[in-house]
T-cell receptor, first 115, second 110 residues
Framework: EAGVTQFPSHSVIEKGQTVTLRCDPI?????LYWYRRVMGKEIKFLLH????????ESGMPNNRFLAERTGGTYSTLKVQPAELEDSGVYFC?????????????FGPGTRLTVL | LAKTTQPISMDSYEGQEVNITCSHN???????ITWYQQFPSQGPRFIIQ???TKVTNEVASLFIPADRKSSTLSLPRVSLSDTAVYYC???????????FGAGTTVTVRA
């Protein structure tokens, strides 16, 4: 069974440009999460989808970030316009349930560099 | 969220047992203890989870004393491929937001 996949693996953009990250969760996982690690910091939660609905956006840093999950399958995270401080690694994870006991399966991450 | 404290780094040699202790003095009744492993250029991977006493799986063992204020992840007979960052997470059974700290960087040498 395929794991969580993310595309692209790396992205280098100029400040002010737009970037869209994609995540394909494990098939059958209704729950999808985005996390990120910015330079020198810890991995932080961004948001949580249950199917196509956003359940929790409490970790989204500002309105330059927009996440979608049309049809409840793959998800995209758009950063527009990108700023220097957005550089970091963006991880996507999925799980079957939302209990704290449910294992979250992480993708390899997308490394975003904003110049 | 219960705050966790774990060593920044640990060095070991192939074939040795590695024990990483995590302190979580203000752990709550409904909190579970979960460990994730992260290899370079990969996302975190679930290793083991427990509530109390001892849990063992094919990868590791997790020892939790009765007061639950700490826990120890034990990796038996490590190999070079066990070099990774290990995160101790403490969270409520109903909390899906994983809270990663700095983790412990384990380096296994030949």
């Amino acid at each position: 069974e395929a794991g969580v996949t993310q595309f692209p693996s790396h992205s280098v953009i100029e400040k002010g440009q737009t970037v869209t990250l994609r995540c394909d969760p494990i098939s059958g996982h209704d729950n999808l999460y985005w996390y990120r690690r910015v330079m020198g910091k810890e991995i932080k939660f961004l948001l949580h989808f249950v199917k196509e609905s956003k359940q929790d956006e409490s970790g989204m840093p500002n309105n330059r970030f927009l996440a979608e999950r049309t049809g409840g399958t793959y998800s995209t995270l758009k950063v527009q316009p990108a700023e220097l401080e957005d550089s970091g690694v963006y991880f996507c994870a999925s799980s079957q349930g939302t209990s704290g006991r449910n294992e979250q399966f992480f993708g390899p991450g997308t490394r975003l560099t904003v110049l | 969220l219960a705050k966790t404290t774990q060593p920044i780094s640990m060095d070991s040699y192939e074939g040795q047992e590695v024990n990483i202790t995590c302190s979580h003095n203000n752990i709550a009744t409904n909190d579970y203890i979960t460990w994730y492993q992260q290899f370079p250029s990969q996302g975190p991977r679930f290793i083991i989870q427990g509530y109390k006493t001892k849990v063992t799986n094919e990868v590791a063992s997790l020892f939790i004393p009765a007061d639950r204020k700490s826990s120890t992840l034990s990796l038996p007979r490590v190999s070079l491929s066990d070099t990774a960052v290990y995160y101790c997470l403490v969270g409520d059974i109903g909390d899906y937001k994983l809270s990663f700290g700095a983790g412990t960087t384990v380096t296994v040498r030949a």
